[in-house]
C-alpha cells in the first residue's frame, strides 16, 4: 500500500486545516479498511477525509451531520457516521464507518459537533408505536374478555359429567387440604341428624325446580364463613357459615346460590377460562422485579370482574329457586346483613369470598325480593336446624 | 494487514456495572417498558469491546424495534397460547374419567400441566428468532451479519434430537449439539460470504468424558454404597459425582465450542481457531459467585445496622454514634419510618447491584475469554467480502422477549 501522506500534498488545505489525524475508515461496502487522512476544516464546518482509493481521492462529511455510536465500551476511540435518511437496521445513520483514536481529534470534534450525540427518530415512529399497541391490547383484550369466556362457555357444555364430577371431587379434596385437612374426607362433617337436615334442605330447594346435576353436598370443620361449588354437582358448605346463619332459610339460600353456580357450570367455566389466560398476563408484564406481584394482582382483578357477574346471576336464580319451594328470601336478606356485620368488625376475616357483589346491596334485593313473594313455609324446623348446625360437633 | 487476527476484548468492569445499574433502574421505574432499551445499550457496550484487528464490532439493535417485535409476538402469542392451553386442559381432564387410586389422581394433574409442552416449539421458535435478530444487528468493519430465514425448520430439527437424546440417556447428544449448530451456522453470512460447519458429530464425543465419569462414579459409588451397607461411601459419591458433573457439562459445551469454531469456515477460505479452557471459566465462575455473595453479606449486614439504629434499639456505642444514648423504650416512629424507607431503597440497589456483579464478574469474563481465544486465520480474505441487505426483521426478538428467554444480554 503507498503511503498516503506523500499523496496528499495536493489537497492540503491551505492553512485553514486545524488537526490532522489518521483514521480508519469503512464505506458499509466492503470489508476493505481504508487509513484515511482526517483534518477537521473548521470554517467550512466539515471533517474531510483523505485517501487515493476513495472515490476522487475525498470525502467531506460535515459536522453538523456527524453522529457518534452510543454505550461505546473503549473511550480512547470515537466511532463516527452520518445521519441518514432512512435506514432499516440502525437508528438512521448511514452505513460508513469511521473511527477516530487520535487523542486531540478526539477532543475537537467531540467540542465542535453539537449533535454528535443526537438519536434521530425515523418519521412516522409514533404511528407505529401506536398502531402495534393498539393491535397488541386488542388482541389480548378479545381473547381475555370475548374468545377465551366464549370457548369455555362451550367446553364447559361439552364436556362428559363423568369427567367433571372426577374432576369436582379431586377440586374438592384440594381445598381440604386448603383448608387443613390432611387425609380425604379427614375434615367432613356427619351426623345421623345433621346429614338428615341436610338432605331435606337439599331436597326441598331442588324439588320444585329441578337440576341437572346429582348434587353432593357436604359440610367441612373449618371457622371460616364460606361455601364453595366445584364442577359436577359438588358443593362444600363450611361449619363457620352454618354456625353464622340465624335461620335455616339463610342457609337455604346460601346453598340455592352455590346450586345456581353449579347449574351455570360457573366454576367448571372458571377454571377452563383461567387455563387458557394463564401466562397471557405474564407475556405482557414481562420478568423484572416486583412483576411476579404485579401479574397476580391483574389476575386477581381480572378474576372478580369475571366472577362479579356470575354472582349476581347466582343471586338471581337463587332467589328464583327460593320462591319456587316456598321459602322466604328474608332469611337470604337476613344473612347478608350478618354478613355486613362481621366485615365490619373483621374486615380481615375471608368472609363469603370478597368476590361477591356488595353485601348491603345483595341483602336489599332479598328483602325486596322476599316483599313480593306469597306464603312461605319454614324450611327446617328448630330442632332440625340445630342438628344441622351442630352436624362436625 | 495481519494474516491472523486474535480477538481482543475491551470491556471493563467499572463502566459496565454502572451501566447496569442505571438501565436496570429505569427498566425497574418504568415498570419494565425500559428493559428493551436496556438489553440494547448493554447489547452495544459488549459489541463495541470486541475487536478483531483493532476494529470493533458494532450492535446496530434499537431499543424500539423491540419494543415494536415484543408487540407483534404478543398478539400472535395471545392467540396461540390462549386457545391452545385451553384445549389441552380440555383434553387433559377428559383423559381419565375417575381417578381410582393416588397414581391416577396424579396422572390426572400430570395430564393437565402437559399444556405446558405446548409452549416448547414456540421456546424454540423464539431461539432461533433471537439469534437471526442478533446476528442481524451485528457489524464489523461496517458489514452486517445475518442469518437466513429457518426457525420452523429449527424447530422440528431440535425437537427431533431432543427427543432422540432423551430416550438415548444423552447418548446421540453430540448428534443434536452438532447437527443443531450446523443448522445455524450453514445459515448464517458475513457480508456476502457464507459460514459453513464442517467435520463430523462424532468428533465431539470426547468432550462427554468427564460426564461419563461422573456418571460411573455415581453408579458405582451407589451401588458399592448399598451393597456394603455404607451409608458414608453412598453420600460421598453422590456429592462428588454430582460436582463432577456439573463441570463435565461445562467441560463439555467448551470442549464442543472449540471443536465447532475450529470445524468453521467462510467463504470456503477463512477459518477459525479456538482454545477456551474449562478451568478458567469454572475459575470466573467461582470467584464470581464468592464476590455475589460477599456483597450480599455486607449489604445484610448494613440494613441491618440501618435497622438498629433508626428503630432505636441499637447498642450504647451505636447509639453514642447516632446522637446518644438509646434506650429500647424511646421507640422512635418518625425514625422507624424513615428507617423502613432507607431499607427498602438498599434493598432494591442490592438486588440491582447483584445483577450487575454477575453480569460484570461472570458474563463479562467468561465473554472476554471466550473472545480472546478465538484466532482467524486467512484473513486478508475478508477485504473482498461485499455488504449484504439490511434485514427488516418486523419481530426483532419480540418472542423471546415475551417468553422470557435469553436473560440480560
Avoid at chain 1, 203 to 232: C, I, K, Q, W
Avoid at chain 2, 71 to 79: G, M
Avoid at chain 2, 303 to 311: C, E, K, Q, R, W
Avoid at chain 2, 351 to 357: K, R, T, V
Wanted: with cysteine.
Amino acid at each position: 500500500m503507498p503511503t498516503p501522506k506523500a499523496l496528499l500534498t495536493p489537497w492540503t488545505l491551505a492553512g485553514q486545516s486545524e488537526v490532522e489525524a489518521p483514521a480508519r475508515y469503512f464505506d458499509g461496502e466492503t470489508g476493505l479498511r481504508l487509513d484515511v487522512d482526517l483534518t477537521l476544516d473548521v470554517p467550512a464546518q466539515a471533517l474531510i477525509l483523505l485517501h487515493p482509493d476513495l472515490p476522487g481521492g475525498v470525502q467531506h462529511w460535515p459536522l453538523a451531520a456527524l453522529r457518534m455510536l452510543a454505550d461505546q465500551a473503549r473511550t480512547d476511540q470515537l466511532v463516527l457516521s452520518l445521519r441518514a435518511d432512512h435506514s432499516y437496521d440502525s437508528a438512521l445513520i448511514a452505513t460508513g464507518r469511521l473511527t477516530v483514536s487520535d487523542p486531540q481529534m478526539v477532543q475537537d470534534i467531540t467540542r465542535l459537533c453539537p449533535d454528535l450525540k443526537r438519536r434521530e427518530v425515523p418519521p412516522g415512529t409514533a404511528r407505529r408505536v401506536v398502531t402495534r399497541l393498539g393491535l397488541a391490547v386488542g388482541a389480548l383484550v378479545l381473547m381475555i374478555f370475548v374468545i377465551l369466556p366464549a370457548m369455555a362457555g362451550t367446553m364447559a357444555q361439552i364436556i362428559p359429567i363423568d369427567s367433571e364430577v372426577a374432576w369436582g371431587k379431586s377440586m374438592v379434596r384440594q381445598m381440604e387440604r386448603i383448608l387443613g385437612g390432611t387425609e380425604a374426607g379427614g375434615l367432613v362433617c356427619s351426623s345421623p341428624e345433621g346429614d338428615a337436615a341436610l338432605e331435606k334442605l337439599t331436597a326441598r330447594l331442588t324439588g320444585a325446580t329441578g337440576v341437572e346435576y346429582d348434587l353432593n353436598v357436604s359440610v367441612m370443620d373449618h371457622d371460616m364463613v364460606n361455601a364453595f361449588a366445584a364442577p359436577g354437582g359438588q358443593i362444600v358448605m363450611v361449619r363457620g357459615l352454618l354456625e353464622a346463619a340465624e335461620t335455616p332459610e339463610a342457609v337455604g339460600a346460601v346453598l340455592a346460590h352455590e346450586i345456581a353456580h353449579v347449574e351455570h357450570r360457573d366454576s367448571t367455566r372458571g377454571a377452563l377460562r383461567a387455563a387458557g389466560s394463564a401466562g397471557l398476563l405474564g407475556l405482557v408484564l414481562g420478568d423484572f422485579a416486583g412483576g411476579t406481584v404485579a401479574v397476580a394482582m391483574a389476575e386477581w382483578m381480572l378474576n372478580s370482574s369475571y366472577t362479579r357477574e356470575a354472582e349476581a346471576k347466582a343471586d338471581t336464580y337463587a332467589l328464583t329457586m327460593l320462591d319456587n319451594a316456598d321459602v322466604t328470601a328474608e332469611g337470604f336478606a337476613d344473612f347478608f346483613d350478618s354478613l355486613a356485620e362481621i366485615e365490619s368488625i373483621m374486615p380481615d376475616l375471608p368472609v363469603y369470598m370478597s368476590s361477591h357483589p356488595q353485601t348491603a346491596a345483595r341483602a336489599d334485593a332479598a328483602r325486596a325480593f322476599a316483599a313480593t313473594q306469597g306464603p312461605t313455609q319454614p324450611l327446617l324446623t328448630p330442632a332440625e336446624f340445630a342438628a344441622l348446625q351442630s352436624i362436625c360437633d | 494487514m495481519s494474516a491472523t487476527i486474535h480477538g481482543q476484548y475491551h470491556g471493563k468492569a467499572g463502566p459496565l456495572f454502572s451501566l447496569y445499574f442505571k438501565t436496570a433502574f429505569l427498566t425497574l421505574i418504568t415498570l419494565g417498558i425500559y428493559r428493551f432499551w436496556a438489553k440494547t445499550r448493554l447489547r452495544k457496550y459488549i459489541w463495541s469491546a470486541t475487536a478483531g484487528d483493532g476494529d470493533s464490532f458494532e450492535y446496530t439493535g434499537t431499543g424500539l424495534e423491540k419494543l415494536l417485535g415484543f408487540l407483534f409476538a404478543i398478539v400472535v402469542l395471545a392467540i396461540y397460547l390462549g386457545i391452545v392451553q385451553m384445549a389441552l386442559f380440555y383434553f387433559g381432564l377428559n383423559l381419565f374419567v375417575e381417578p381410582r387410586n393416588q397414581i391416577e389422581a396424579l396422572a390426572q394433574v400430570g395430564a393437565i400441566y402437559i399444556t405446558l409442552l405446548a409452549v416448547l416449539p414456540l421456546l424454540l421458535f423464539a431461539t432461533y428468532r433471537a439469534r437471526r435478530y442478533k446476528t442481524a444487528r451485528t457489524r464489523w468493519r461496517g458489514l452486517r451479519f445475518g442469518m437466513d430465514n429457518g426457525a420452523w425448520g429449527y424447530v422440528w430439527r431440535a425437537l427431533g434430537h431432543g427427543f432422540l437424546s432423551l430416550i438415548t440417556l444423552g447418548i446421540m447428544l453430540p448428534r443434536q449439539t452438532f447437527w443443531l449448530e450446523k443448522y445455524m451456522t450453514d445459515r448464517t453470512w458475513y457480508g456476502d460470504a457464507k459460514f459453513e460447519q464442517t467435520g463430523r458429530w462424532q468428533s465431539l464425543y470426547p468432550g462427554l468424558k468427564h460426564v461419563l465419569i461422573a456418571v460411573l462414579v455415581l453408579v458405582i459409588g451407589m451401588t458399592l454404597g448399598i451393597k456394603l451397607q455404607s451409608p458414608v461411601l453412598a453420600g460421598t459419591s453422590v456429592f462428588v459425582g454430582y460436582i463432577w458433573l456439573i463441570v463435565g457439562g461445562v467441560y463439555y459445551r467448551i470442549y464442543a465450542f472449540n471443536v465447532l469454531t475450529r470445524a468453521k469456515m467462510l467463504d470456503g477460505a477463512v477459518t477459525f481457531d479456538s482454545g477456551a479452557r474449562t478451568g478458567r471459566v469454572i475459575g470466573i465462575v467461582l470467584t464470581g459467585i464468592l464476590a455475589i455473595i460477599g456483597a450480599t453479606i455486607v449489604g445484610i449486614f448494613l440494613m441491618g445496622l440501618i435497622l438498629m439504629a433508626t428503630f432505636g434499639l441499637s447498642f450504647g456505642s451505636l447509639g453514642a454514634l447516632f446522637g446518644g444514648y438509646a434506650d429500647p423504650g424511646d421507640f422512635n416512629a418518625a425514625s422507624g419510618l424513615v428507617g423502613s424507607i432507607v431499607i427498602a431503597v438498599l434493598y432494591v440497589a442490592l438486588i440491582l447491584a447483584l445483577g450487575g456483579l454477575s453480569l460484570v464478574m461472570i458474563t463479562q469474563r467468561i465473554i472476554s475469554h471466550v473472545v480472546s481465544s478465538v484466532v482467524v486465520a486467512n484473513a486478508p480474505h475478508l477485504d473482498h467480502v461485499r455488504q449484504r441487505a439490511a434485514d427488516p426483521g418486523a419481530d426483532a426478538e419480540g418472542f423471546a422477549d415475551a417468553l422470557d428467554i435469553g436473560g440480560a444480554i
